[in-house]
């Protein structure tokens, strides 16, 4: 059996203009050569692959056969490849890294990853990104045996020695649990104490460094996971502290309350961007970082525009007194 030569990206690429412009002539137009540059071209492409591409005599204009519109499809994925191929190594002239390396704890909300990581590729479509998700002091770990390069996550369960930082905006954590839980329909008058039921706390993964924080009950479940952790909240297994983002469509919908106890305070997790200071990223790791300090700001202010009370009709807004301005002299 003959086997097919192999054809060169320049005739691929040419059979897609073709394709694509609808003749011969308009693809010489499109690729500023002769009629006849492309006519050869075609012909030799057919002859290589033992194939005819082109139905030239039923109609006025040539029309892809059945595995001429095969080979185009095939085509257009080498044509592809040989794009991304271009693009990787401008970036390397350019100076870029060949891949971004990320662990972000988990209590950093999914929605803002998601925005990071959309821009990060809209701006670096070349760049691939390897990303970690971790728990607690899983980041540092991470970032110290050189899985990573770049960390999120929170000083409280990092030791900062050898890491540059940068603060970055936290997550509002709150009490939340079912609403049959019973911490969830107690009163004011007569409130119950969170420490007599079940509390499920995120702990880290690793049993031999097991930490785990913000504890009020006397019974603890420790769950190393936050989205297992989310399940078994709305399953009403327990009580716990969550990411305010992570929790606020389940409060919305009913499906979680968020609960007033006098034994447990809210807080802000903190949180920081990490690096090693003699391991720098490069210009994509750089830009991820710096997208990810103002897009936390920007969330946060998405947020407040979104909870500011509404004007309602009828009732006027007390005007301020302007001071009158002063005579120039």
């Known amino acids: 059996m003959k086997?097919?030569?192999?054809?060169?990206?320049?005739?691929?690429?040419?059979?897609?203009?073709v394709a694509e412009a609808g003749s011969f002539s308009a693809a010489a137009k499109r690729l500023g050569r002769a009629t006849s540059a492309i006519s050869y071209a075609i012909d030799t492409l057919e002859a290589q692959l033992g194939l005819s591409l082109f139905?030239?005599?039923?109609?006025?204009?040539?029309?892809?056969?059945q595995q001429g519109e095969a080979i185009v499809s095939e085509a257009r994925a080498v044509a592809h490849s040989v794009e991304t191929l271009r693009a990787r190594v401008r970036g390397f002239l350019d100076g870029l890294e060949p891949e971004v390396s990320l662990v972000v704890d988990s209590m950093l909300p999914s929605d803002r990853l998601t925005a990071l990581l959309r821009e990060f590729h809209g701006q670096f479509p070349s760049v691939p990104v390897r990303l970690l998700v971790q728990t607690l002091g899983g980041v540092e770990r991470v970032i110290r045996n050189g899985h990573a390069r770049i960390g999120v996550g929170s000083q409280l369960h990092m030791d900062m020695t050898g890491f540059r930082r940068i603060d970055i905006k936290g997550v509002r954590v709150i009490p939340v649990a079912a609403p049959d839980h019973p911490l969830a329909k107690a009163s004011?008058?007569?409130?119950?104490?969170?420490?007599?039921?079940?509390?499920l706390v995120l702990a880290e993964r690793s049993a031999a460094e097991s930490r785990d924080?913000?504890?009020?009950?006397?019974?603890?479940?420790?769950?190393g996971d936050q989205a297992a952790r989310h399940k078994l909240l709305l399953a009403g297994l327990g009580w716990g502290g969550m990411p305010e983002p992570v929790v606020r469509a389940d409060i919305e919908s009913g499906r979680l309350v968020r609960l007033n106890l006098p034994d447990?305070?809210?807080a802000e997790h903190i949180m920081q961007a990490i690096h090693k200071t003699d391991t720098p990223p490069g210009p994509a790791g750089r830009w991820l970082i710096e997208r990810l300090v103002t897009l936390s700001d920007e969330v946060?202010?998405?947020?407040?525009?979104?909870?500011?009370?509404?004007?309602?009709?009828?009732?006027?807004?007390?005007q301020r007194r302007v001071p009158a301005r002063k005579r120039r002299s």
């Open 55 to 65: 139905d030239r005599g039923t109609t006025r204009k040539p029309k892809l056969t």
């Open 213 to 223: 924080f913000g504890v009020v009950s006397l019974n603890t479940w420790r769950v």
């Open 264 to 266: 447990w305070r809210g």
């Open 3 to 17: 086997s097919a030569a192999t054809p060169s990206i320049d005739q691929l690429l040419v059979l897609l203009v």
């Open 300 to 318: 946060e202010a998405t947020v407040q525009e979104t909870t500011k009370p509404i004007k309602r009709r009828g009732h006027r807004q007390p």
């Open 188 to 199: 004011t008058v007569a409130p119950l104490q969170a420490r007599d039921f079940v509390q």
